[in-house]
Structure formats: C-alpha cells, structure tokens
C-alpha cells in the first residue's frame, strides 16, 4: 500500500486501522503492533490485537490508538464516529450514531454509501419498485400513490419514482414509461443493517393496519408461541430460510400479477434464558 489510508474512505473503523498497519509496516520497517500498543498505552498488543479481530473498544481506547497512529483530530473523531455506528447493538444507537457522521463528515464514504438506506427509509419505494415490475408507470402520480394500500400522496409517489431512478433500480422508456429492471444496491454491511432493520419496523406497522382494516380473506395473519431450546434456535432459523425461498420461487412461477404482498416473518424470545431448576 503505497499511499496513507484515508479514514474519511472507509465504512468500517477496524478495516481502516488493519489497513493502516499495513501501511506502516511498509513505510517504517520496525513498526508492530506491540510498539503501536506500547505508543497508545496499551497494558499489552494482545489488547489491539483483539481490537482488530473484533473485540469491542471504548472510545477513551480507541482515541489513544488513533493518536498513537498521528492521526489529526478531524480523522481521530471520524474513526470515532465510525466505531458509534459499527458497533452500536439497537437500531436507535445505530440511528444516532449515523446521524452524527451525516452531519460531521457529509462527503464520507459511510455517508454516501446509503443507497439502501434510502431505499428502505420509505416502505412504499420497495412496494412502487415491486409494482413496477409488472405494472409500467406512465407519469399519473395520482392513480400510482392511490394504487398503494394504504394510499400515499401524489408528491410522495413522485418523490419515489425520483430516488428509484436516481438508484438505477427503474428506468425510462424513449415513450416515457418507467419500468423496473433487476438491479443491485452495493451497500456496506453496517449501512445495510441500519436500511434494513427502519424498513422492517415500518413493515410491522403495516402488519398492525392489516389485522385492523384488511379483510381476512385478503391476508393470512398467524401466531405461533412455543417453549425451545436456544441450541435448537439455529435448525428454526433454516427452517424459515427455506420457507421464504419457497415463498420466493412460488412467486416468480405465478403469472398474470395484479398485486403486490408484503410476508413478514419475526422470532424472538418471550423470557429469558432459564437455568435448571425451580423458579
């Protein structure tokens, strides 16, 4: 690597620094990671070691390696910043966390890498691009945004229409109709998990709205609650992994679409982890 890392170019904080000590090997051929630990006052390199495979780091840690590295301030509160989002453990302190690298460093890569997060910030984009791919739109907002259950207004479904050609996932005919083409969001995965985890809580409120207004021969709402072991929990998950494949290839063998559904499938513990014994 012959050029210094730029930490305002990446999306994942401990990628950055593994790509730093790189770097530095090659610039300063006594560089290690235990003299990297001993500059940040670290009680030993296993610490840093275990930081760079994945072990979680406080900021007032994290600050020390980074001035230990000559990092300028700006670069020191955006690695920071990056380690907020990266490991932030609910969608609120993941939230918060991208918020602030928004408003600190606009032009980052973990800023502008948010195609997804703007696709699934709105869940009626992911409902107009599914339309649209049997439905071509020919530029009536009003009979698209009504065409949605619930219905949005015109201005949002042009707003949509808008993003999801400004993400390549729609395009325009010479006659001015929009189709949808298959197309793929290269999104990084901390970014991703954020975009996915506002859509689904969107989606939970329409799951809400369809109990309350959608007539049950049009929907299929069930509950199941049952008592498991947690060291089965992994042969439940593949089970639902290969019942939406299911549900996926059911859907692209049906002909003649005229609607688009919405399949939400949630499992989470009810109590926590009991030991043996009596309560």
């Known amino acids: 690597m012959k050029t210094r890392p730029d930490a305002f170019a990446y999306t994942d904080f401990r990628q950055f620094l593994l790509d730093l000590a790189e770097w530095k090997r090659g610039e300063a051929s006594g560089f290690s990671l235990r003299q990297w630990s001993k500059l940040a006052g670290l009680g030993s390199s296993g610490t840093l070691s275990k930081i760079l495979q994945g072990s979680k780091v406080r900021s007032e840690t994290l600050h020390s390696i980074c001035e230990a590295a000559l990092l300028n301030d700006r670069e020191i509160q955006h690695v920071l910043g990056l380690a907020a989002f990266n490991q932030a453990e609910t969608h609120d302190a993941r939230s918060a966390a991208f918020a602030r690298l928004q408003r600190a460093a606009p032009l980052s890569a973990i800023t502008q890498d948010s195609s997804s997060l ?73 970014v991703q998990s954020l975009a996915v985890d506002t859509f689904q809580m969107a989606t939970l409120d329409l799951s809400r709205r369809a109990v309350q207004q959608i007539p049950r021969p049009s929907r299929n709402i069930s509950t199941l609650t049952f008592s498991l072991a947690q060291a089965d929990f992994a042969l439940l998950e593949e089970e639902v992994r290969n019942f939406r494949k299911t549900l996926l290839r059911l859907a692209k063998q049906s002909k003649k679409e005229d609607t688009v559904y919405q399949v939400n499938i949630q499992m989470f513990p009810l109590t926590r982890k009991t030991s043996p014994g009596k309560l």
């Open 118 to 190: 703007r696709l699934y910030a709105k869940w009626y984009h992911v409902a107009i691009l599914e339309l649209l791919h049997f439905k071509p739109f020919s530029g009536n907002y009003s009979l698209l945004a009504a065409q949605l259950d619930p219905p949005i207004t015109p201005a949002e479904a042009q707003e949509s229409m808008q993003l999801l050609q400004e993400l390549a996932l729609v395009h325009k005919t010479a006659q001015g109709i929009r189709r949808a083409h298959n197309a793929s969001l290269t999104t990084g995965p901390h």
